[in-house]
């Protein structure tokens, strides 16, 4: 279900060319964000959009080599940085998140990985 909406909203913006990132090294942040409690674990809620991304946004999810999936309770402590977000996108996420009626937001990043690189940790 949840791969269907996400493909019927994505379908509203495709683009008249074929998909936005052909054959290209990915990486995709997906953060779910809720204020009603609920058991879904952020492996098992990223992977439907990421096949409902699949020919729109990019070729095949195969391209994805790195992602991010987190889950974010509304109603818990949470911090959200600004860094590496144009400004209109954490502005409308900040309008989202702060909108009480919403229940759930979902915010879904894909971009070109400039350097393959190796990290640890992910505490911070």
Request: glycine fraction near 4%; charged fraction near 20%.
């Amino acid at each position: 279900m949840l791969q269907t909406s996400a493909r019927q909203e994505l379908q509203l913006i495709e683009r008249e060319s074929d998909v936005l990132f052909y054959e290209k090294q990915l990486y995709c942040n997906i953060i779910y964000f809720h204020r009603v409690s609920n058991d879904i674990d952020a492996d098992n809620l990223s992977k439907p959009i990421l096949d409902a991304l699949n020919t729109i946004v990019y070729n095949d999810d195969v391209q994805i080599l790195k992602r991010t999936a987190m889950k974010i309770d509304l109603n818990s402590n949470y911090s959200l940085s600004n860094e590496n977000i144009p400004s209109v996108w954490y502005n409308k996420l900040l309008q989202f998140t702060n909108n009480q009626s919403l229940k759930h937001v979902l915010f879904v990043e894909v971009g070109i990985i400039g350097e393959l690189r190796v990290t640890f940790g992910g505490g911070d």
